[in-house]
Nanobody, 123 residues
Framework: QVQLVESGGGLVQTGGSLRLSCAAS????????MGWFRQAPGKEREFVAS????????YYADSVKGRFIISRDNAEITVYLQMNSLKPTDTAVYFC????????????????WGQGTQVTVSS
């Protein structure tokens, strides 16, 4: 079992930055690939970024590539999402997720989810 708790969301102006954190419980965290997803009102949950268990491989949605950076600290059992050059279209609830499978862009491959943190980007 892995429990995930996100933090770091908030209100920011266009062009600003936020850093999301996802703290995990469980001593097997380092064997899980991690992902960030987001869900805007009335829309499906969509992939944002994922990272392999070692941190050696990362994947990004085209919409955030070059602006967002996913990283992890296995010693601190935390995964981060650094979000730069934020746009109003980035407004959503952001969720972190864990999978014992290889890092994936597909939400169905993730077994554990956090409760989400709201990110609002004002124009």
């Amino acid at each position: 079992q892995v429990q995930l708790v996100e933090s770091g969301g908030g209100l920011v102006q266009t062009g600003g930055s936020l850093r999301l954190s996802c703290a995990a419980s469980g001593h097997t965290f380092s064997s899980y690939a991690m992902g960030w997803f987001r869900q805007a009102p009335g829309k499906e949950r969509e992939f944002v970024a994922s990272i392999s268990w070692s941190g050696g491989s990362t994947y990004y949605a085209d919409s955030v590539k070059g602006r967002f950076i996913i990283s992890r600290d296995n010693a601190e059992i935390t995964v981060y999402l650094q979000m730069n050059s934020l746009k109003p279209t980035d407004t959503a609830v952001y969720f972190c997720a864990a999978t014992p499978r290889p890092a994936s862009t597909l939400k169905y491959n993730y077994d554990y989810w956090g409760q989400g943190t709201q990110v609002t980007v004002s124009s």
